[in-house]
């Protein structure tokens, strides 16, 4: 079965640069989700979007922006990287219908 | 703050024992999730249980909810080598998830 596919899997960055990350989600699936996950830390909410607008709004910088497209996939951009910006960046998909948020296999990012 | 709590942080268990996992959250959900990851790994979904449910299985595991006591566990029975990763509740607030803090599950062979 399709899953969720992120990229790129890894990325190195200078403070002070920008990246973006890319999220498709599984097939038929409406809603995205970001979390960012710093080492030996839990997953925290970034944000979400349903049907292409922001839905839902966590702890995610002003430094961050990310928006889904009409194919549904997904861009967290990232600006003004800072050190404490190094993390797993992972990337969830649900339908309407079905409330199990279904992960990606993350994007570790390192800046240096 | 919404975050769940959970208990122990760490498990280490033989091969063939079972190990309970306790989330404990402060507001009211819509469901509550239960994922396992892997050492720098994504997450992958376990089971779902919903705030009208009370338990739910699937194979070896198995889920509780006490709405009333805002917590739950998970049970891995006959646990084997292969189980060791991190387990995390999440709770379904709206559109997100907040996750617990985790319990590190080590099964030794």
């Known amino acids: 079965a399709a899953g969720v596919i992120q990229s790129p899997r890894h990325l190195i960055k200078e403070k002070r640069e920008t990246a973006t990350l890319k999220c498709y989600p599984i097939p038929r699936h409406d809603t995205v989700y970001w979390y960012q996950q710093g080492p030996g830390q839990d997953p925290q909410f970034l944000i979400s979007f349903y049907e292409k607008m922001q839905s839902d709004k966590g702890s995610i910088p002003d430094r961050f922006s990310a928006q889904q497209f009409s194919d549904y996939h997904s861009e967290l951009n990232m600006s003004s990287l800072e050190l404490g910006d190094s993390a797993l960046y992972f990337c969830?998909?649900?339908?309407?219908?079905?409330?199990?948020?279904?992960f990606g296999p993350g994007t570790r990012l390192t800046v240096l | 703050s919404q975050q769940g709590e959970e208990d122990p942080q760490a498990l280490s268990i033989q091969e063939g024992e079972n190990a309970t996992m306790n989330c404990s959250y402060k507001t009211s959900i819509n469901n509550l999730q239960w994922y396992r990851q892997n050492s720098g790994r994504g997450l992958v979904h376990l089971i779902l249980i919903r705030s009208n449910e009370r338990e739910k299985h699937s194979g070896r595991l198995r889920v509780t909810l006490d709405t009333s006591k805002k917590s739950s566990s998970l049970l891995i029975t006959a646990s084997r080598a292969a189980d060791t990763a991190s387990y995390f509740c999440a709770m379904e607030y709206g559109n997100k998830l907040v996750f617990g803090a985790g319990t590190i599950l080590r099964v030794k062979s």
């Open positions: 969830a998909s649900s339908s309407k219908n079905y409330n199990e948020q279904f």
